[in-house]
């Protein structure tokens, strides 16, 4: 294989790992959009706080693998509380979107600076897991075997949540009182935990991005800002509240900033928003969103 196709063959893998790392990051705020029609501004918060309880389990115990557990639940448990005892409160307020917009917004601050006061403000490193470091031989060329894994593990994630909304009794109820949670109570079902378990399994999700990316990322307190804003463009490029779209848009958009910056790494920055823009003058719901 000559050096020009193994350079095509690296970035591309790179782009596929860093688009399933932000399909991880975005499906979560994707679910909780499309099931619960609330655009969480604190979900990238969710994601660096999950790095961050990486780096503290890790520390503790020495298990890379004990954090990917522990780490996402806690962060899916403090996404149920928010969603229990703030969002409900807001949602009654009667100012609509507006005051859920404030609440995650406010939530995404204090968990900024909660950071900044518990772990400091100098980045971060997490080692990659000895099982999962090291290279892997892929048509003659060397690539890390933790980048492999990440895509795996999206992989794996995407399958799981699959299988719970579209194959078991708890996500046809789950989707049934997305659609019609009136006729859902009436039923027997309380919705309020339905949708409780909603925000618990994004934010979850969200977390479970956060461990994945911590040995490939600095981990620091804007890490969060710089990975939200990634996902929100894969979530409006795919259209919101669409799964299908928001990987198709995640795995091209990974992509583009791979190759972006290995051939016009000036403008690498500005080219995810650039095709956000474009696909928005032209299909403002997306590509594969749909007006309600």
Known sequence: ???????????GIHGLAYGMLLFLVASGLTLIFGMMGILNIAHGAFFMLSAYLCVTVLGATGSYWLSLL????????????????????????????????????????????????????????????????????????????????????????????????????????????????????ALGVNTQIVFMLVFGLGSWMAGVAGVAAAPILTVFPGLGDQIGMDAFVVVVVGGFGSLFGALLAALFLGELNAFGIQFIPKLSPVLMFSFMALVLAFKPTGLFGERE
């Open 70 to 185: 522990i780490a996402p639940l806690g962060v899916a448990l403090l996404g149920i509380l928010v969603e229990r005892f703030m969002l409900r409160r807001a949602q009654a307020s009667g100012m609509g979107h507006i005051a859920e917009l404030l609440l995650t917004l406010g939530v995404s601050l204090v968990l900024a600076e909660a950071v900044k006061l518990t772990w400091g403000t100098e980045g971060l490193q997490v080692n990659v897991p000895s099982a999962l470091a090291g290279l892997v031989n892929i048509a003659g060329l060397e690539y890390p075997i933790y980048r492999l894994f990440i895509i795996v593990l999206s992989l794996v994630v995407l399958a799981l949540l699959s299988l719970v909304l579209f194959k078991t009794r708890l996500g046809t109820i789950v989707r049934a009182a997305v659609s019609d949670p009136g006729m859902v109570s």
């Open 1 to 11: 294989m000559s050096p020009e196709t193994q350079m095509y063959l690296a970035q």
